[in-house]
């Protein structure tokens, strides 16, 4: 079956960095669009950061852009989303997804998404 498992949550100062990764299997890697996704408490689940199926085209949410960087492996089947600067509004559980839209200005939104991995804790201190 699908898996998609995440790691490299943890506790941070505001103005550190933390490296997550997302490791799959089960699953045709390459051919999938990989997203970051986080979710606060009482709120909506929203995109961080996209990658296309090459890795050639990202994208990223305005309070993100310039801090976070999302790259991937399809050899390792992996996506990673390097966080630089953490602010405490950054802090949420993250979660790694995979979508077979056709293009990342059409996989934006949760429901955009088919698998699923379990989510990891950041913590930004203030």
């Known amino acids: 079956q699908v898996q998609l498992v995440e790691s490299g949550g943890g506790l941070v100062q505001a103005g550190g960095s933390l490296r997550l990764s997302c490791a799959a299997s089960g699953l045709a890697f390459r051919n999938y669009i990989m997203g970051w996704f986080r979710q606060a408490p009482g709120k909506e689940r929203d995109l961080v950061a996209g990658i296309s199926r090459g890795g050639s085209s990202t994208y990223y949410r305005d309070s993100v852009k310039g801090r976070f960087t999302i790259s991937r492996d399809n050899a390792k089947n992996t996506v990673s989303l390097q966080m630089n600067s953490l602010k405490p509004e950054d802090m949420a559980v993250y979660y790694c997804?995979?979508?077979?839209?056709?293009?990342?200005?059409?996989?934006?939104?949760?429901?955009?998404?088919?698998?699923w991995g379990q989510g990891t804790q950041v913590t930004v201190s203030s």
């Open positions: 997804a995979a979508g077979q839209k056709s293009s990342i200005r059409y996989s934006l939104r949760a429901v955009d998404y088919d698998y």
